[in-house]
């Protein structure tokens, strides 16, 4: 990519677009540091805490790596070291840009840290935020997402599947609608691009109805609605595209 800055400091490793930062300060992954300056806007709640902040009235989050499952719990936060190029935080990077530069609707990746120790490393991330969105499940239960809205969603997913980006958890939290109601898709960690293929395609729109099931209110707008994601879907897509 064209706007990019790749260094090395000892350990650590970082990724930064110069557009919206440069040069890149340590600090800008450090929450209390980030506190400390009167920058931090608010914070996410959940497991996968995030960091809202502005820095130079560009709006940011900033999101730590933690592991999931078993594992979680004797190593929360740490990965095994395999190349700077193969580390969570420097693959979605990659693929933010990579999908910016194809006018896809994810977040603009701004910079990215890993700090190797040993055989392992820690990562960070920082994004630029979408204004004024809001997630897909909170839209539908306040009422702000009509059917035109499921419709729009399908055509965005069809539009990452026709540019072969796989979203490793599409869920309704990791889909926000903006002002003008337009979907973006975010939390590209662990996504990655493959060759299309109906099969991981469908996959990736079943793992979406799921999520959307495990809410009685959720699941029953989508049983009236999900056709016309599927609608949407269809029209961005070729017909081999969805079973």
């Given at each position: 990519m064209d706007h990019q800055v790749v260094q090395q400091h000892g350990s650590v490793h970082s990724i930064h677009d110069p557009r919206y930062v440069d040069p890149l300060p340590e600090w800008l992954f450090d929450p209390e540091a980030l506190a400390r300056r009167g920058l931090i806007d608010g914070t996410?709640?959940?497991?996968?805490?995030?960091?809202?902040?502005?820095?130079?009235?560009?709006?940011?989050?900033?999101?730590?790596?933690?592991?999931?499952?078993?594992?979680?719990?004797?190593?929360?936060?740490?990965?095994?070291?395999?190349?700077?190029?193969?580390?969570?935080?420097?693959?979605?990077?990659?693929?933010?840009?990579?999908?910016?530069?194809?006018?896809?609707?994810?977040?603009?990746?701004?910079?990215?840290?890993?700090?190797?120790?040993?055989?392992?490393?820690?990562?960070?991330?920082?994004?630029?935020?979408?204004?004024?969105?809001?997630?897909?499940?909170?839209?539908?239960?306040?009422?702000?997402?009509?059917?035109?809205?499921?419709?729009?969603?399908?055509?965005?997913?069809?539009?990452?599947?026709?540019?072969?980006?796989?979203?490793?958890?599409?869920?309704?939290?990791?889909?926000?609608?903006?002002?003008?109601?337009?979907?973006?898709?975010i939390d590209w960690d662990r996504g990655r691009l493959r060759r299309s293929s109906p099969r991981w395609q469908t996959a990736n729109l079943e793992r979406l109805r799921r999520s959307l099931a495990k809410d009685p209110t959720l699941d029953a707008l989508a049983q009236t609605h999900w056709q016309q994601l599927l609608a949407g879907y269809q029209a961005g897509s070729t017909p081999s595209r969805i079973r």
């Open positions: 996410s709640v959940g497991r996968n805490q995030a960091w809202f902040f502005r820095l130079a009235d560009e709006p940011l989050v900033l999101r730590h790596y933690w592991r999931g499952g078993i594992v979680a719990r004797l190593s929360p936060d740490v990965y095994v070291w395999t190349g700077r190029e193969r580390t969570r935080a420097f693959r979605e990077w990659r693929l933010l840009a990579h999908l910016r530069s194809r006018d896809l609707p994810v977040p603009a990746p701004v910079a990215a840290r890993v700090r190797r120790r040993g055989t392992g490393y820690r990562a960070d991330l920082v994004t630029a935020t979408i204004p004024e969105a809001r997630p897909f499940d909170e839209c539908l239960r306040t009422g702000r997402a009509d059917g035109e809205a499921w419709y729009r969603v399908g055509t965005v997913i069809a539009a990452c599947h026709s540019a072969g980006a796989w979203h490793a958890d599409l869920n309704v939290r990791n889909i926000l609608l903006d002002a003008a109601g337009t979907p973006w898709i």
